[in-house]
T-cell receptor, first 114, second 115 residues
Framework: KQEVTQIPAALSVPEGENLVLNCSFT??????LQWFRQDPGKGLTSLLL?????REQTSGRLNASLDKSSGRSTLYIAASQPGDSATYLC?????????????FGAGTRLFVKA | DTAVSQTPKYLVTQMGNDKSIKCEQN?????MYWYKQDSKKFLKIMFS???????INETVPNRFSPKSPDKAHLNLHINSLELGDSAVYFC??????????????FGPGTRLLVL
Protein backbone atom coordinates (compact mmCIF):
# COMPACT_ATOMS: atom_id res chain seq x y z
CA LYS A 1 0.00 0.00 0.00
CA GLN A 2 1.40 3.37 -1.04
CA GLU A 3 2.19 5.77 1.76
CA VAL A 4 3.59 9.29 1.51
CA THR A 5 5.54 10.92 4.33
CA GLN A 6 6.66 14.52 4.55
CA ILE A 7 9.41 15.85 6.77
CA PRO A 8 9.48 18.20 8.57
CA ALA A 9 5.87 18.65 9.62
CA ALA A 10 6.53 22.34 10.27
CA LEU A 11 9.32 24.74 9.51
CA SER A 12 10.01 28.35 10.48
CA VAL A 13 12.82 30.24 8.73
CA PRO A 14 13.95 33.86 8.37
CA GLU A 15 13.35 35.61 5.09
CA GLY A 16 16.02 35.02 2.47
CA GLU A 17 16.99 31.55 3.59
CA ASN A 18 17.16 28.64 1.14
CA LEU A 19 15.23 25.62 2.32
CA VAL A 20 14.45 22.03 1.46
CA LEU A 21 11.23 20.13 2.04
CA ASN A 22 11.33 16.35 1.93
CA CYS A 23 8.86 13.78 0.69
CA SER A 24 9.18 10.00 0.69
CA PHE A 25 6.91 7.31 -0.75
CA THR A 26 6.88 3.56 -0.25
CA UNK A 27 6.06 2.22 -3.74
CA UNK A 28 8.12 3.41 -6.70
CA UNK A 29 5.44 2.41 -9.23
CA UNK A 30 4.04 5.88 -9.81
CA UNK A 31 2.96 7.89 -12.82
CA UNK A 32 4.08 11.17 -11.35
CA LEU A 33 4.78 13.18 -8.21
CA GLN A 34 3.29 16.58 -7.69
CA TRP A 35 3.98 19.38 -5.23
CA PHE A 36 1.08 21.59 -4.18
CA ARG A 37 0.75 24.69 -2.09
CA GLN A 38 -2.23 25.29 0.21
CA ASP A 39 -2.88 28.66 1.81
CA PRO A 40 -5.04 28.78 4.97
CA GLY A 41 -8.72 28.40 4.13
CA LYS A 42 -7.98 27.92 0.44
CA GLY A 43 -7.76 25.15 -2.11
CA LEU A 44 -4.61 23.59 -3.51
CA THR A 45 -2.43 25.16 -6.16
CA SER A 46 -0.13 22.97 -8.22
CA LEU A 47 3.51 24.07 -8.09
CA LEU A 48 5.45 21.41 -9.95
CA LEU A 49 4.70 18.02 -11.50
CA UNK A 50 7.48 15.51 -12.16
CA UNK A 51 6.70 12.57 -14.39
CA UNK A 52 8.12 9.21 -13.37
CA UNK A 53 10.69 9.35 -16.21
CA UNK A 54 11.96 12.77 -15.13
CA ARG A 55 14.49 13.73 -12.48
CA GLU A 56 13.54 17.33 -11.73
CA GLN A 57 11.41 20.30 -12.59
CA THR A 58 12.02 23.99 -12.02
CA SER A 59 9.74 26.99 -11.80
CA GLY A 60 11.17 30.31 -10.72
CA ARG A 61 12.64 29.95 -7.22
CA LEU A 62 11.30 26.41 -6.90
CA ASN A 63 13.11 23.22 -7.86
CA ALA A 64 11.72 19.74 -7.29
CA SER A 65 13.69 16.55 -7.70
CA LEU A 66 12.55 12.96 -7.94
CA ASP A 67 14.52 9.81 -7.15
CA LYS A 68 11.99 7.11 -7.91
CA SER A 69 14.22 4.19 -7.02
CA SER A 70 14.75 5.43 -3.48
CA GLY A 71 11.21 6.77 -3.14
CA ARG A 72 12.22 10.36 -2.46
CA SER A 73 11.49 13.84 -3.66
CA THR A 74 12.69 17.22 -2.45
CA LEU A 75 11.29 20.68 -2.99
CA TYR A 76 13.95 23.36 -2.88
CA ILE A 77 12.85 26.95 -2.30
CA ALA A 78 15.51 29.58 -2.95
CA ALA A 79 15.62 32.95 -1.22
CA SER A 80 12.44 32.39 0.76
CA GLN A 81 9.94 35.23 1.16
CA PRO A 82 7.09 35.83 3.65
CA GLY A 83 4.68 35.19 0.79
CA ASP A 84 5.97 31.61 0.63
CA SER A 85 4.33 30.91 3.98
CA ALA A 86 1.83 28.11 3.37
CA THR A 87 1.43 24.35 3.66
CA TYR A 88 3.27 22.37 1.01
CA LEU A 89 1.83 19.01 0.03
CA CYS A 90 3.51 16.21 -1.86
CA UNK A 91 1.33 13.75 -3.78
CA UNK A 92 1.96 10.66 -5.91
CA UNK A 93 -0.22 8.99 -8.51
CA UNK A 94 0.20 5.20 -8.17
CA UNK A 95 0.23 2.97 -11.23
CA UNK A 96 -1.77 0.25 -9.43
CA UNK A 97 -4.99 2.28 -9.53
CA UNK A 98 -4.64 3.20 -13.17
CA UNK A 99 -3.59 6.68 -12.15
CA UNK A 100 -7.06 7.65 -10.96
CA UNK A 101 -6.05 7.83 -7.32
CA UNK A 102 -3.68 10.36 -5.77
CA UNK A 103 -2.03 9.77 -2.40
CA PHE A 104 -1.09 12.86 -0.42
CA GLY A 105 1.40 13.40 2.35
CA ALA A 106 0.34 15.24 5.50
CA GLY A 107 2.18 18.37 4.39
CA THR A 108 4.88 20.68 5.68
CA ARG A 109 3.68 23.95 7.21
CA LEU A 110 6.18 26.66 6.29
CA PHE A 111 6.43 30.04 8.00
CA VAL A 112 8.86 32.58 6.60
CA LYS A 113 9.56 35.43 8.99
CA ALA A 114 10.10 38.94 7.66
CA ASP B 1 -13.13 32.71 -14.66
CA THR B 2 -13.08 30.05 -11.97
CA ALA B 3 -11.76 26.76 -13.32
CA VAL B 4 -13.21 24.48 -10.61
CA SER B 5 -16.02 25.89 -8.50
CA GLN B 6 -17.86 24.46 -5.51
CA THR B 7 -21.06 25.46 -3.75
CA PRO B 8 -21.67 26.14 -1.00
CA LYS B 9 -18.41 27.41 0.46
CA TYR B 10 -19.66 26.87 4.01
CA LEU B 11 -22.24 24.41 5.27
CA VAL B 12 -23.41 24.15 8.87
CA THR B 13 -26.06 21.55 9.60
CA GLN B 14 -27.47 19.23 12.24
CA MET B 15 -26.69 15.55 12.68
CA GLY B 16 -29.00 13.32 10.71
CA ASN B 17 -29.67 15.84 7.94
CA ASP B 18 -29.07 15.18 4.24
CA LYS B 19 -26.99 17.70 2.27
CA SER B 20 -25.42 18.14 -1.15
CA ILE B 21 -22.26 19.84 -2.39
CA LYS B 22 -22.00 20.83 -6.02
CA CYS B 23 -18.88 20.96 -8.18
CA GLU B 24 -18.43 22.29 -11.69
CA GLN B 25 -15.35 22.58 -13.88
CA ASN B 26 -15.10 24.64 -17.06
CA UNK B 27 -11.78 23.18 -18.21
CA UNK B 28 -13.22 20.53 -20.49
CA UNK B 29 -11.66 17.78 -18.36
CA UNK B 30 -12.84 14.18 -18.42
CA UNK B 31 -11.83 13.23 -14.87
CA MET B 32 -13.15 14.61 -11.59
CA TYR B 33 -12.45 13.81 -7.96
CA TRP B 34 -13.73 14.33 -4.44
CA TYR B 35 -11.30 14.62 -1.55
CA LYS B 36 -11.85 14.98 2.21
CA GLN B 37 -9.47 17.01 4.37
CA ASP B 38 -9.91 16.26 8.04
CA SER B 39 -9.14 18.39 11.07
CA LYS B 40 -5.48 17.34 10.94
CA LYS B 41 -5.33 18.66 7.36
CA PHE B 42 -4.79 15.19 5.92
CA LEU B 43 -6.18 15.03 2.39
CA LYS B 44 -7.68 11.73 1.23
CA ILE B 45 -9.28 10.67 -2.03
CA MET B 46 -12.93 9.68 -1.79
CA PHE B 47 -14.07 9.20 -5.40
CA SER B 48 -12.71 9.43 -8.93
CA UNK B 49 -14.92 9.72 -12.00
CA UNK B 50 -13.89 9.48 -15.62
CA UNK B 51 -16.38 10.40 -18.35
CA UNK B 52 -19.19 10.21 -15.80
CA UNK B 53 -18.19 6.70 -14.75
CA UNK B 54 -17.13 5.84 -11.19
CA UNK B 55 -13.52 4.60 -11.23
CA ILE B 56 -12.39 4.84 -7.61
CA ASN B 57 -14.52 4.48 -4.47
CA GLU B 58 -12.13 4.62 -1.59
CA THR B 59 -14.19 2.66 0.98
CA VAL B 60 -16.36 5.64 1.66
CA PRO B 61 -19.57 4.91 3.65
CA ASN B 62 -22.55 4.49 1.35
CA ARG B 63 -24.12 7.55 3.01
CA PHE B 64 -21.92 9.40 0.51
CA SER B 65 -23.19 9.18 -3.05
CA PRO B 66 -21.51 11.05 -5.88
CA LYS B 67 -23.49 11.88 -8.98
CA SER B 68 -22.14 13.06 -12.31
CA PRO B 69 -24.91 14.39 -14.56
CA ASP B 70 -22.35 15.33 -17.19
CA LYS B 71 -18.58 15.53 -17.53
CA ALA B 72 -18.45 19.08 -16.18
CA HIS B 73 -20.26 18.32 -12.92
CA LEU B 74 -19.65 15.99 -10.00
CA ASN B 75 -21.97 16.49 -7.05
CA LEU B 76 -21.68 14.89 -3.64
CA HIS B 77 -24.77 13.90 -1.67
CA ILE B 78 -24.41 13.00 1.98
CA ASN B 79 -27.25 11.30 3.86
CA SER B 80 -27.73 11.06 7.61
CA LEU B 81 -24.85 13.37 8.45
CA GLU B 82 -22.65 12.44 11.41
CA LEU B 83 -20.30 14.50 13.57
CA GLY B 84 -17.31 12.77 11.96
CA ASP B 85 -18.31 14.08 8.56
CA SER B 86 -17.17 17.54 9.60
CA ALA B 87 -14.27 18.38 7.30
CA VAL B 88 -13.32 20.35 4.23
CA TYR B 89 -14.39 18.68 0.99
CA PHE B 90 -12.43 19.47 -2.15
CA CYS B 91 -13.44 18.81 -5.72
CA UNK B 92 -10.72 18.52 -8.38
CA UNK B 93 -10.41 17.74 -12.05
CA UNK B 94 -7.77 16.65 -14.54
CA UNK B 95 -7.75 16.10 -18.26
CA UNK B 96 -7.96 12.30 -18.04
CA UNK B 97 -5.96 11.55 -21.18
CA UNK B 98 -2.29 11.30 -20.13
CA UNK B 99 -2.25 10.61 -16.43
CA UNK B 100 1.55 10.74 -16.18
CA UNK B 101 1.61 14.35 -17.31
CA UNK B 102 -1.56 15.76 -15.85
CA UNK B 103 -1.98 18.40 -13.20
CA UNK B 104 -5.01 18.28 -10.96
CA UNK B 105 -6.92 21.51 -10.51
CA PHE B 106 -8.66 21.99 -7.18
CA GLY B 107 -11.76 23.87 -6.17
CA PRO B 108 -11.75 26.24 -3.17
CA GLY B 109 -13.30 23.67 -0.84
CA THR B 110 -16.56 23.34 1.08
CA ARG B 111 -16.25 23.61 4.83
CA LEU B 112 -18.84 21.29 6.39
CA LEU B 113 -19.63 21.49 10.09
CA VAL B 114 -22.06 18.98 11.57
CA LEU B 115 -23.50 19.94 14.95
Amino acid sequence: KQEVTQIPAALSVPEGENLVLNCSFTDSAIYNLQWFRQDPGKGLTSLLLIQSSQREQTSGRLNASLDKSSGRSTLYIAASQPGDSATYLCAVRPVETGGFKTIFGAGTRLFVKA
Amino acid sequence: DTAVSQTPKYLVTQMGNDKSIKCEQNLGHDTMYWYKQDSKKFLKIMFSYNNKELIINETVPNRFSPKSPDKAHLNLHINSLELGDSAVYFCASSQGLRLAEETQYFGPGTRLLVL
